[in-house]
Structure formats: structure tokens, C-alpha cells
């Protein structure tokens, strides 16, 4: 029997199947069916949540905090590197939030958890410099794929509402990346409270000075006040950090450096699971000064985002891809808490002396 020409002819079999084929493709695509691990801030909000976030108006993380403020002042070593208006000299208002890290906005105060500080410095034209900083040396993942699978690890066992130790210790064993990582986290001394501590922003930004020149940095907000080594378990008072805080600033005001580390050639710019070398150069920036606490409940530091992509002119994100994360991942936690209805935090205004912002703490 004679064969039809058609049947044999590659090309017209190919014009045939492959416009469906690709129309397929690209629906699957376009549905996520192909990246079955597309994740979404939702996502994270389930695993913050599993974690131990409540829906009770808190943020999904570093749910335990206080507010403070106070003022910033830049250095001319800071202007050398950015033309950020946050370094033209001026003495600038500081709104500050220091916090525990965990999701869990009644975790009471012990030496074993990390801690952190955000700050945002603001100049009367405008310019918004945010920062989100933890007192840990490296970051223990560097993707997003890490990040998710992390807070998989973090998930409460419902028996004994803690992580289980298994599960972080296989998110650990699966990324032989995270190594360096992990050690310097059990070297890392802890400070006895918030007040000495330094806090590390990890996540790597890019400066950019006057003559167009740019400098990739890593942030450390160091304290000026001496290290005093973490003692035994903490204290009987469940907020006995937050609570040496506001004791010292009734005192006296508190200072933190900011210092820039300036990556070398090899320093991994956009990873900060990384360590960067010794030896690289470090530059203070300009000074904070702390000078009074607030409960957040009354204050402006409960709803604001600490979003570390929200940057003045002379400021910007490096490609690390947490930074893009972050961000999405902040403005979700945000949306969702401020639709509930928020309970009272743990450090409550009658923890502290000052229970309102005067005007010129404000900005205005
Ligand atoms: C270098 C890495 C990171 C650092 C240094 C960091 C630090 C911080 C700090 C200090 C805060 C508290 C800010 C405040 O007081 O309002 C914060 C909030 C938060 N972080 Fe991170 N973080 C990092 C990575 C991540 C990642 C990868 C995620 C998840 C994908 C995440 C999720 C959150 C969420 C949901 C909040 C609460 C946001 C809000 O509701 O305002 N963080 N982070």
C-alpha cells in the first residue's frame, strides 16, 4: 500500500503537535504546575503562623518589642561613600524598635534568643533610610528556597510547642552551605541585654558617593556600651531586657555606631550566609543615639515597617535575593496584622516612663 505523503513528513507532524503543546505548557506555566515550589508571601504567613504567630495583630516576626527614639549623626566618612541626604551632616530624628526574634509576641526574656533592632532615620526633605538588623553573625540561609524550607523547620511541635530539634538539625545537614554559618552562630558570645548588643544588617547594600563611585557594605549598628557576658538563664522577669533598657535611658542616653563593612574583591556581596574577610575595612558612618523608650502599643514604631528596601537616594539594595523576599514578605506581615485586632504586648506603657512622642520627636 502506498504511504501518504503527509504521514512521513516530519515538519507537518511538528506544525501540528507543537502550538498545542506549547499552549499547554505556557498555561501550566503561567498556573505554577510547572514550579511546584512557586511560594508566595501567603505561604510564609502559614509557616510564621505553624511557627507560632498568633493572629492577634502582632507582627509574623520579632513580634516582641519597644520603641525608642532619638537621633542620628552622620560622619563625614559617611558622605565620602554615599550622597544619601542622611549623611549631609545634619543632626536627624531616629525612630528605633528593639525586639526579640522569634514570632512570638509573650515569649518571655531569656539570654538564648536573638535579638534584634530596626531604625529609621528620616531627613526633613524626605529621604527614609530603613534598617532591620539581628545580633547573629551570619545569616543561616542564603535563597529563598532556604528561607521557606527554614521556616518549615521552625514549625511548633503541638506536644511540646517547640521546634523540633530534628527538623532543624536535617535543614542543617541538607545545606552544607549554611556550615560557617551555623558555627559562628554557637561561638557568638551573647551581651548581657539589649544595651550592649550590635546588631548586623547581613544582607548587603550598595552605596553610591558624589563622583559616582559604588561600594557594596555590610551594616553593623555597634554598641559603645562595654560587653558584659549573658548571665545564667536570665532573670525570674520575663521582660528583665526590655526592662534594663528602659532603666538605662531613664538614666542616660545610649549610643550604637553604624559602621560599614567595604566588601572586598571575593566577598560575597549577595549572599549572607557568607563571611566576608577579616581584614576588610570598616567605616563608621555616623552615630545613634537612643534617649527615650515607649511601649509600641501607643507609639509609632507598632505599625511601621522596618522594610530594609525602603532607601534614600544614594542607598541601594545589592541582588542578594533575601532582600526582594523581605520586602514582599514585610508588607504582607503588615497587611494582615493591621486588619486584626491587636491584643496588649508584652512590655506594656506602664513598663515605661514615657508613654507618648513629644512633637519634635515626630519630625515636625
Ligand atoms: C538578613 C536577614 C534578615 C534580617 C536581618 C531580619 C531582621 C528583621 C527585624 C529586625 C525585624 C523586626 C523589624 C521591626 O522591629 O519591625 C524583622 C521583621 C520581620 N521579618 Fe525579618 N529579617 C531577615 C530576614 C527575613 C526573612 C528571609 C523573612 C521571611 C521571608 C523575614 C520575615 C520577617 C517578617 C514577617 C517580619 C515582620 C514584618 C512586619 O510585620 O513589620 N525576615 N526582620
Not at 548571665?231 to 538605662?248: I, P
Not at 515597617?305 to 520586602?327: K, W
Not at 486584626?340 to 513598663?351: A, F, G, L, Q
Request: with cysteine.
Amino acid at each position: 500500500m502506498a504511504r501518504s505523503p503527509h504521514s512521513a513528513n516530519p515538519a507537518r507532524w511538528a506544525a501540528v503537535i507543537l502550538p498545542p503543546l506549547c499552549l499547554g505548557g505556557f498555561l501550566a506555566w503561567s498556573a505554577g504546575l510547572l514550579t511546584p515550589a512557586s511560594i508566595s508571601p501567603s505561604h510564609f504567613m502559614q509557616r510564621f503562623h505553624n511557627a507560632g504567630a498568633p493572629n492577634t495583630g502582632f507582627r509574623r516576626a520579632h513580634a516582641k518589642g519597644m520603641c525608642v527614639t532619638g537621633w542620628f549623626d552622620p560622619s563625614p566618612e559617611g558622605r565620602a561613600l554615599s550622597h544619601a541626604g542622611v549623611f549631609k551632616g545634619e543632626h536627624l530624628p531616629v525612630i528605633g524598635r528593639f525586639s526579640l526574634a522569634p514570632p512570638l509576641p509573650y515569649l518571655p526574656d531569656n539570654p538564648n534568643i536573638a535579638r534584634s533592632l530596626a531604625l529609621q532615620i528620616r531627613t526633613p526633605s524626605g529621604d527614609d533610610w530603613r534598617m532591620a538588623l539581628v545580633d547573629v553573625p551570619l545569616q543561616s540561609m542564603r535563597d529563598i528556597a532556604d528561607a521557606y524550607a527554614f521556616f518549615k523547620a521552625a514549625r511548633l511541635d503541638p506536644v511540646t510547642h517547640k521546634p523540633d530539634p530534628e527538623a532543624v538539625k536535617a535543614y542543617a545537614a541538607q545545606r552544607p552551605w549554611l556550615n560557617t554559618a551555623f558555627e559562628q552562630a554557637k561561638a557568638h558570645q551573647q551581651t548581657s541585654d539589649l544595651t550592649n548588643d550590635t546588631y548586623n544588617s547581613l544582607d548587603s547594600f550598595i552605596l553610591t558617593n558624589d563622583a559616582g563611585k559604588k561600594t557594596a557594605v555590610r551594616w553593623a549598628v555597634q554598641a559603645k556600651e562595654p560587653f558584659r557576658p549573658a548571665e545564667g538563664s536570665g532573670a525570674n522577669d520575663g521582660n528583665y531586657l526590655f526592662k534594663r533598657l528602659v532603666q538605662t535611658l531613664d538614666e542616660r542616653p545610649l549610643s550604637w555606631d553604624i559602621v560599614a563593612t567595604i566588601a572586598r574583591e571575593g566577598d560575597p556581596v549577595n549572599d549572607p550566609s557568607q563571611p566576608w574577610n577579616d581584614a576588610d575595612q570598616k567605616v563608621t558612618v555616623g552615630t545613634v543615639t537612643f534617649t527615650k523608650a515607649y511601649s509600641e502599643d501607643e507609639n509609632p514604631c507598632g505599625p511601621m515597617v522596618f522594610d530594609p528596601t525602603i532607601l534614600p537616594e544614594g542607598i541601594s539594595v545589592s541582588q542578594d535575593p533575601l532582600l526582594a523576599l523581605r520586602a514582599s514578605v514585610y508588607m504582607k506581615s503588615y497587611a494582615t496584622r493591621s486588619a486584626e485586632h491587636k491584643t496588649p504586648s508584652m512590655v506594656t506603657p506602664n513598663d515605661v516612663a514615657n508613654p507618648t512622642l513629644t512633637s519634635d520627636e515626630k519630625g515636625q
